[in-house]
């Protein structure tokens, strides 16, 4: 995996942006925070501090997040523009007060920098290591739901260019096991059918084994609860323990599977 | 990445320029005017004063008076809870302003950068290292108390593991998190394998299907070859009771009983797993069968 440049992430994110209303709204609502308690800090609704909360949450959880394309593909334009800014401003280095405005456009620029390119790295990262398990559960990057409304929400967790990127490795991965692995396999496996292409799907399909990794959902970890959890809707899920006594900024030890599905929703935070 | 998160707690500075107002990605801070105070971002405020061009104001929570009430707060035995509050120094009539969230990396990164614009710089890191030993030792009887209830939870094997949400109190701050989640996540995973069977945590590896079903033997047969380094490592540690875990030690040591029948088990069970995991790359081939030898 080359270093991922600016101009890499910018391409990555140019395409049509799938803006998920259903993300953003919660975002609004949970970010209603002070400064001093919340890690977004000056403006708690700013790109940067959506962009900061949502790296925090991927870098601490053992799956993929959902992705806010918008997001993303936001905070790249400015970073653009603030470039073209600098760049002006290095016509005229002579003068200290432009030197002085440069030194802080490019700290602010290295720091936005930082976490997106983290952000993105720690996607693709995750990708890579359950790169068919993401495949076969969203085969067009969007997880479909019903929600209490008998609408259909769509959540975006892999965007299209992540959709190229999963594709090609899992075609990679493939034809790797299959030169290294599959083509010595016993013919038992075969079915008696050796124009089939031998993939690792249709091993997991003979439920002899399962082949295909998900992630390990089931590790622990810490995090704060952004809303009360008296105040929450039930999403349906029988098995979720009761959050009624949990009220904002609460932290809480649990297990990512019994949280994923509030950490998606933005009612809980996961800790870094 | 604490030191990044905490650059965006606003401070204020005296800067020793004029400037326009400028617009960052982040927000538009300015106009600067020399000699008058202005709220920036904590990166910035620590850029500018590297570079001498401005001046900090000390902020409220990092003066000798408040840190001593954070101390004594936390000192009394009777406050269980973390300190989150204290009358603010330079506003004696105001609200209560609460500890930073990041107070200490920012507090570390200024008496770095800008020692002498604080009053009394000497006596704050003395008070900086009382309050966050005192806090670790709270934190740590939080970790005691919930390997008190893990014990406790050790004769029940229903089949899955129980979606249970532990309730930490609230008011930790960011140092707190990081010295309390490093011992916390190995206990509770590991426990949650002694008591569940199956896998958690990355290193762990396949079998994903063991993990909420069936007890220990289920879900332990499914354990990669590479593991059972670590899980002899474990099995050692429960028993003897290391140095570096004396925290989890403790609590553990008391339920040592109970433990460690458990452990012999898991022992037993290492034994025949041993064997079949030898057999089982011959068996089966695919990916596992590669990860075993990888």
């Not at chain 2, 996540?185 to 290193?203: A, C, F, V």
């Amino acid at each position: 995996m080359a270093a991922l440049n600016i101009d890499d992430a910018a391409d990555m994110f140019g395409g049509v942006a799938d803006f998920t209303q259903h993300t953003v709204n919660s975002i609004d609502d949970a970010m209603s925070d002070d400064g001093a308690d919340s890690i977004g800090g000056d403006d708690s609704t700013s790109e940067m501090a959506l962009l900061q909360q949502c790296w925090v949450n991927e870098v601490a959880s053992p799956s993929l997040l959902p992705i806010d394309v918008d997001l993303v593909e936001c905070l790249t334009l400015l970073l653009k523009n603030q470039l073209a800014v600098i760049d002006q401003l290095e016509e005229s280095v002579a003068d200290p007060m432009a030197a002085l405005q440069l030194s802080m456009y490019q700290t602010e620029v290295d720091r936005v920098k930082y976490v997106l390119v983290d952000y993105l790295r720690v996607r693709l990262r995750k990708i890579e290591r359950n790169a068919l398990w993401y495949m076969s559960q969203f085969p067009d990057g969007k997880e479909y739901k019903t929600n209490a409304e008998d609408e259909t929400v769509t959540v975006t967790f892999l965007s299209p260019k992540e959709m190229k990127f999963c594709a090609g490795y899992t075609k990679l991965l493939r034809k790797h096991m299959k030169e290294t692995v599959l083509k010595h396999m016993p013919s038992k496996l075969l079915d008696n059918k050796p124009e089939l292409d031998l993939s690792l799907q249709k091993l997991d399909d003979m439920q002899t084994t399962r082949m295909v990794d998900p992630p390990h959902d089931n590790t622990y970890l810490l995090a704060k609860m952004v809303s009360n959890g008296s105040q929450w809707v039930s999403n349906g899920d029988a098995d979720e323990p009761d959050f009624s006594d949990y009220k904002h900024g609460h932290m809480i030890l649990a297990r990512y599977d019994a949280i994923k599905s509030r950490v998606i929703s933005k009612e809980v935070e996961l800790v870094p | 990445m604490m030191d990044f998160l905490a650059g965006s707690m606003p401070l204020t500075i005296i800067p020793a320029f004029d400037c326009g107002r400028l617009s960052f990605i982040s927000g538009d801070y300015g106009p600067f005017v020399a000699t008058m105070p202005i709220q920036v971002p904590l990166w910035l405020a620590l850029s500018l004063r590297q570079t001498k061009r401005c001046r900090l104001v000390p902020p409220p929570w990092l003066t000798t008076s408040y840190l001593q009430a954070a101390v004594d707060y936390e000192k009394d035995p009777a406050n269980e809870a973390f300190f989150t509050a204290a009358q603010n120094p330079q506003d004696p009539e105001g609200p209560e302003i609460p500890l930073p969230h990041h107070y200490h990396e920012a507090a570390t990164a200024i008496l770095d950068c800008a020692a002498e614009d604080l009053q009394n710089p000497k006596s704050l890191p003395p008070l900086l290292s009382d309050l966050s030993y005192l806090r670790s030792s709270k934190s740590s009887l939080v970790l005691k108390r919930l390997s008190h209830t893990l014990e406790s939870r050790s004769g029940t094997f229903e089949d899955g593991a129980p979606d249970v949400v532990y309730n930490m109190q609230s008011g930790w701050k960011s140092h707190e998190v990081q010295v309390f989640k490093g011992v916390t996540y190995k206990l509770m995973n590991t426990s949650h394998r002694i008591h569940y069977g199956g896998d958690t945590g990355p290193t762990g590896g396949g079998g994903g299907g063991g993990r909420r079903g069936g007890g220990g033997g289920g879900g332990g047969r499914r354990q990669f070859g590479g593991n059972r380094g670590r899980r002899n490592f474990e099995h050692r540690s429960n028993r003897g009771g290391k140095e570096d875990e004396n925290i989890p030690g403790n609590g553990e040591g008391v339920g040592g009983g109970s433990q460690e029948s458990m452990v012999d088990e898991d022992g037993l069970e290492l034994a025949a797993v041993d064997e079949e995991e030898l057999m089982e790359p011959m068996r089966m081939g695919g990916e596992e069968g590669i990860n075993k030898f990888r």
